[in-house]
């Protein structure tokens, strides 16, 4: 194969070989170029999804704890005898985010406490979500999971983390229908969200943010530095060619045609004034040698003269 290559590049001219070099370093530096802006434009794509979904993630943690610690407390006589979902962390962060994907922008962010076994039906892990929990159910050291999901609302990005339960009082409403108070089970009923245990992970906390238009805008970017890049290359390319013709090819055909003109006995024809390059030393060469050829043809001449003198004599 590289011997057909070289065969083929011999019986090219300079020019050409010079163009198609020049061609193949153009596409090996767009495709290198390609492949590295399009590694760099999807990390930063992906370290932007990924910073949108731990700011809301972080702000529903948030929501959570003041919930559990400024909430509570303060109708904590009334929790003695009535059940107020408006308490429980879980429900009070899934309600305000709900308010937030009331804006326009945010329509397709999606936050869901996805349990196995929950109180309230909306909280139920659909098959994704549960093959997200049992993953952590299996894996104790497993604190977090990450990546894309395909839904009719387009791929969207989504951190995971597990839900465990840590405190004894979770389970006054989860442990069983008779120790929950009556207003839970008015609410809920007696069927589900029983049966947890302490320490137990009984789902997946998970945001959920839109990715496409994060990637879409990074494609964009990848095809707009692509087309840069092209032009870039293709003027370089043409500068170079014009370079190439005006310094390199064009002197070295003036050279071709003077020698041939010098090789059929036209003693008088010059090279011309040439710059200090290589080519020029080329030139130097060729008119020493046309002079040495010049003074070799005179002393051929006269020694013929000579012998024709000596034989009319």
Known sequence: MLRQVSLVLRDLKLGNKFNLLLLLVFIGGVSLSGVAFANI????????????????????????????????????????????????????????FENFRQSAPYNDFFYKEATLNPTNLRDKADSFEAAIVERFRQNSSL??????????????????????????????????PQAA???????????????????????????SVPASDVVNRAGQSLWLLLGIILVVFAAMILVVNWLLRRFVIRPITHLT???????????TAEFGHLPQDEVGKLAEAFTRMQVSLSMAMRMLDQLRQGKRNKSDG
Not at 64 to 91: D, I, K, M, Q
Not at 147 to 171: H, M, N, W
Not at 257 to 267: D, H, N, P
Request: charged share 20%; proline share 5%.
């Open 41 to 96: 434009l999807n990390q930063g794509a992906q370290n932007e999804i990924t910073s949108q979904a731990l700011i809301l993630l972080t702000t529903m943690n948030s929501v959570r704890n003041y919930t559990s610690t400024e909430v509570n407390p303060e109708l904590a006589p009334r929790l003695a005898t009535e059940f107020l979902p408006e308490t429980v962390p879980a429900y009070s962060a899934r309600e305000v």
């Open 181 to 207: 108070p009556a207003s839970l089970i008015e609410r809920y009923g007696s069927e589900n969200g029983f049966g947890w245990k302490l320490n137990e992970i009984i789902g997946a906390q998970i945001i």
């Open 257 to 267: 045609r003077v020698a041939e003109q010098v090789s059929t006995g036209q003693m």
């Open 143 to 176: 604190q977090e999971e990450r990546g894309f999901r395909d839904t009719p609302a387009g791929q969207l990005f989504y951190i995971a983390r597990p839900l465990v339960i840590k405190q004894e009082s979770c389970l006054v409403c989860h442990s069983t």
